[in-house]
């Protein structure tokens, strides 16, 4: 790690040493909360969980403390027909397929927020921690119209928890050691009142994991701070940072010994929120970053860097106006600007810093919605969506959703068709230098990617609601897609063209069933078939499996003790070779273990094991994962 990481992680840990000071010293003055969980996802406007369809998941704090996630990657992997394909061990860079759409096809927010999409129009998944939220929720399918860009695959929209409304404090502290030198620790703690309420969360972990040049180190910080103005009015404040620090080990035939990549994220953003019985009026600026920076060994031994940024401001505004206890409005507005700046340090030009590319690409969109509940059992949305963009093409976008309950036997159908789009990502714009093979003019103007989705789906409950189960049908018909040309004359020249040409469908089902055995047991299976091709190659989109099992079970033999299992499986998935077919990549399945020993109602000591099972795989062909490995931790409550 270098100098300046490590001047970083001391003052990190002081920081978390005054803020376990100050946790502890208000331990007796804590006063618990419970909250009705609502989604907010679905629609941008609260609902309660019976309507929303079972393309969403709302994944509580409770449910990722439980399982000792430490990652919000370790919450999503658990979700049906999310996939992920990472580069080795925790920390590398790391793609996530929601329905077979690519990684930057779905959209990342913070209590609505945009995270900083960076150079691919994702945001860096692999360094996301779970810090002082309140729950995870998630939108598989089209998404465009609440949410705008990158909504062909679905949205992960984290809320923070709000601790305005009581009087009390509340702090709890947890460590965590394993092994490749793995430690952790984390902290969160909140003050409330009837007026104003301050949540904070914090967590840092290091670890070599097991190769060479391999090492990680990852600091993060979730923050929200609520003032109630006047009775109607309430002032919020949310804030994040992540810095993550990886050396990168390189495929295993290649590997690396130097390169090395430090990722660093930050998000401020005021907001306002009126509230009355009627109209509800939602409006906040937010100022984002990120920045990665790479150390890169050449061919030739040369260490040589580079320096990526992009910085967005947005002001984003929501109205809800109730006409009647069924009728809702709902209309938005926003305006973006994205900053990118690609610096290379030279090594071949005495160190030389070169400015690569630069660049201003501005936003404004209006959206509107109709929420309409046209009796106790049938309910229908529709949206529509128009956004312009600086540097492409605009954007319309609509959707129509129908929901029916059937009360007398506990089940609902879902049915929901709607459009989306992924505009260009700033990556894709760098290296759209306009030039053909013969490095001759040849403008090929970027337009965005867009999508048809159709889906259906039903949900049940059964057994006197011990069993739930849902299932879904989806279609997603992808135009636009935009193609990456890279060409070399020979002489270590390089220059290169994107362009939209691509066509591709992905399709499926998606399973879900829990089932409460006992009071003492849970049960989970999830399963998503998905068949994800490139029309035009007539060959199947990389690394999405077409079998997707995930399996979990929680065990509580007595009050005090709890077991818990997850299983994941990837079946069937291929890789692309470049200008040939695609070859056929190896199945796994990883067993996960925890026990949890609650010894009183303040301190829970813990243990998991990861891959149990000890699977030799690779998530990403030739960056192997870790094998089996344990860890042991405590967590403190006041």
């Known amino acids: 790690m270098n100098t300046l990481t490590n001047k970083l992680h001391r003052s990190f840990w002081g920081g978390l040493a005054f803020i376990c000071a100050t946790a502890c010293s208000t331990a007796d003055l804590i006063d618990d909360q419970v909250l009705a969980p609502y989604v907010v996802v679905a629609t941008r406007t609260p609902l309660d969980l019976e309507r929303v369809s079972p393309s969403v998941s709302y994944i509580a704090a409770a449910e990722m403390d439980q399982w000792k996630d430490r990652s919000l990657i370790d919450t999503l992997r658990r979700q049906?027909?999310?996939?992920?394909?990472?580069?080795?061990?925790?920390?590398s860079v790391t793609s996530l397929f929601v329905r077979g759409a690519n990684s930057d096809q779905t959209g990342f927010f913070l209590d609505?927020?945009?995270?900083?999409?960076?150079?691919?129009n994702q945001f860096n998944i692999e360094a996301l921690n779970i810090n002082n939220l309140s729950s995870v929720q998630i939108l598989r399918g089209a998404s465009s119209v609440n949410y705008g860009s990158s909504g062909i695959g679905g949205v992960v929209n984290l809320q923070t928890q709000s601790n305005i409304g009581e009087a009390g404090y509340r702090g709890a502290i947890g460590t965590e050691l394993g092994a490749h030198q793995y430690a952790r620790a984390a902290v969160a703690t909140s003050v409330s009142t009837k007026t104003w309420g301050v949540g904070l969360g914090v967590s840092t972990l290091t670890t070599d994991n097991d190769r060479v040049n391999d090492a990680y180190q990852n600091d993060s910080l979730n923050s929200r701070f609520d003032y109630k103005i006047s009775e109607d009015l309430y002032f919020e404040l949310i804030g994040m940072y992540t810095n993550a620090d990886k050396e990168v080990a390189g495929p295993q035939?290649?590997?690396?010994?130097q390169d090395h990549q430090n990722n660093q994220n930050w998000l401020i953003s005021p907001g306002f929120q009126y509230t009355t019985d009627l109209l509800s009026v939602h409006a906040f600026y937010s100022r984002t970053s990120t920045t990665i920076e790479n150390d890169i060994e050449d061919y030739l031994g040369s260490i040589y860097g580079t320096k990526a940024r992009v910085e967005s401001d947005e002001v984003n505004l929501q109205a809800d106006y109730r006409l009647t206890d069924e009728l809702l409005l709902t209309a938005g507005a926003v305006y973006r600007n994205d900053y990118a700046h690609d610096r290379n340090l030279n090594a071949y030009s005495s160190d030389l810093a070169v400015d690569e590319y630069n660049n201003n690409a501005g936003q404004a969109g209006v959206w509107s919605q109709v929420l309409s509940r046209m009796s106790e059992v049938f309910e229908i949305r529709g949206s529509a969506r128009f956004d312009t963009y600086t540097d492409y093409d605009d954007s319309i976008n609509g959707g129509l959703e129908v929901i029916y309950h059937y009360l007398d036997m506990n089940g609902s159908l879902f049915a929901k068709i709607a459009s989306s789009y992924s505009p260009p990502s700033a990556l894709d714009l760098a290296y759209d230098e306009n030039l053909d093979s013969n490095n001759n003019p040849n403008n090929t103007t970027l337009n965005p990617e867009e999508s048809m989705s159709y889906e259906f789906g039903i949900r049940q409950t059964l057994l006197?609601?011990?069993?739930?189960?849902?299932?879904?049908?989806?279609?997603?018909?992808?135009d636009e897609l935009i193609v990456y040309e890279l060409y070399d004359d020979g002489n270590y020249n390089y220059w290169s063209d994107t362009y939209n040409v691509g066509e591709a469908t992905t399709q499926g089902i998606e399973l879900m069933l829990q089932y409460a055995v006992s009071a003492q047991l849970n049960l989970g299976i999830n399963y998503t078939y998905l068949t994800a091709e490139d029309d035009d190659l007539d060959q199947r989109l990389a690394y999405r499996p077409r079998h997707l099992l995930q399996l979990t079970a929680i065990y509580q033999p007595v009050e005090f003790v709890t077991l818990g299992m997850s299983g994941i499986g990837h079946y069937d998935r291929e890789r692309n070779i470049y200008q040939s077919p695609n070859e056929d990549v190896e199945d796994f399945f990883v067993i996960d273990l925890f026990v949890d020993w609650a010894v009183s109602d303040q301190l829970t000591l813990f243990g998991r094991v990861d891959n149990i099972l000890d699977e030799h795989y690779a998530s990403s062909y030739g960056y192997p994962a870790l094998g089996m490995t344990g860890y042991v931790g405590a967590r403190l409550s006041f």
């Open 80 to 91: 049906t027909g999310l996939s992920f394909k990472l580069n080795g061990t925790p920390g």
């Open 112 to 120: 609505g927020r945009r995270l900083n999409p960076g150079f691919g």
């Open 253 to 257: 035939s290649r590997p690396t010994n």
């Open 464 to 478: 006197n609601d011990a069993l739930e189960c849902s299932v879904v049908l989806f279609h997603n018909d992808i």
